[in-house]
């Protein structure tokens, strides 16, 4: 098969490369990979900053394809099954995996991460990682379960009390996302600050109430009851944590470098007794997002980009410049 390999950190540590066809082991799947998300993850593989990684590896995490062939210990999934696979691997023995909250696992594994992912045309996984798919599911939305997993078990950590107003910074596929949750969940309205003058003609399109590139622009003195970061940026969740009205909520949803702190003022949180909350990756949360794009929630329209490996290096670059949104990697495709 063929699969794009990071033998190493840096630019020239990535090449497209002829591996064996993986077997699956008795309690494992192998999927043929049809789509496979780009994510910021997948950039943070590529530099090398991430301590659990080792290389080389195959990366791609966010992935949907066929299984072709079962382990002989599964019986719960069948060849011929059209699914996604959620990558998070939970131990299982740790305190927070006994408590029941496997996301904050203390010995974290996942697929695309610390064993190989779906950058490839084949990809041996946990048949208890996949979800079946509805026949009527298009690619892209397949392709887009798991990130909105992780929107959804954002949207889990929010109070979410029907006619507030909502202002997120981002408006990139997590921001949207995140938009068109909340207004399933009841906002009054749903405004979104970028920097990129196309995201924000996107979002615009998108449904969103207001697009703008500062928020002082959105004349709101009183605040927002919920504000949500889904930038990463250190400059943007500090002007968000000051948009949060009396009582509201500030949700940190984007990805931030360790290495980096942001102020804000400890006194203002107590005196007006704001909440901020933290929201990390999948929980509970790969099924019900599956039910909603099954339902009709209709995200089709984020994925702008669709490559195959021979690409790879043109996709990672769009990722980079922040042109389109969504960017899917198909390995079948010529």
């Known amino acids: 098969m063929r699969a794009l390999v990071v033998t190493a950190p840096g630019s020239r540590g990535t090449a497209v ?39 080389p590896l195959v990366p791609g995490h966010e992935l949907t394809g066929e299984i072709v062939a079962v382990g002989g210990a599964v019986r719960d999934r069948a060849v011929g099954e059209r699914v996604a696979v959620d990558p998070n691997m939970p131990c299982g023995a740790c305190h927070y995996c006994r408590i029941g909250r496997g996301n904050l696992c203390e010995d974290y594994t996942a697929i695309g991460v610390t064993r190989a992912g779906g950058f490839a045309e084949l990809v041996a996984v946990p048949a208890r990682c996949c979800h079946v798919l509805p026949a009527h599911l298009s690619e892209a939305a397949a392709g887009l379960v798991e990130p909105l997993s992780c929107a959804v078990h954002g949207l889990d950590r929010l109070p979410r009390r029907p006619g ?43 449904g969103v109430d207001a ?25 943007a969740i500090e002007d968000g944590l000051g948009r949060v009205r009396r009582g509201g909520t500030f949700l940190q949803f984007g990805v931030a470098d360790p290495k980096r702190a942001a102020s804000f003022s400890p006194y203002r949180v ?33 994925v702008s980009d669709v490559h195959g490996l021979d690409d790879f290096d043109e996709a990672v670059a769009r990722f980079r410049a922040g042109a389109g949104r969504k960017i899917h990697i198909a390995p079948q495709k010529g």
Do not use: K, W
């Open 211 to 235: 697009a703008v590139t500062d928020a002082d622009a959105l004349d709101r003195a009183p605040g927002f009851e919920v504000v949500i970061d889904a930038t990463g940026a250190v400059a």
């Open 17 to 55: 490369t002829e591996l064996p066809d993986p077997r699956p082991e008795p309690d494992e799947v192998v999927v043929r990979v049809t789509s496979c998300g780009l994510c910021g993850t997948d950039l943070h593989i590529l530099g090398g900053e991430l301590p659990v990684v080792r290389y």
């Open 270 to 302: 107590y005196s007006q007794e704001i909440d901020i909350i933290g929201s990390m990756a999948v929980h509970n949360s790969f099924q019900p997002a599956i039910d909603l794009l099954a339902a009709g929630l209709d995200l089709d329209p984020l």
């Open 164 to 206: 507030e107003h909502y202002l997120i910074y981002g408006a990139g596929t997590m921001g949207l996302m995140m938009a068109a949750l909340v207004r399933t969940a009841g906002a009054a309205s749903v405004s979104v600050v970028d920097l990129n003058e196309e995201r924000l003609a996107f979002a615009r399109s998108f």
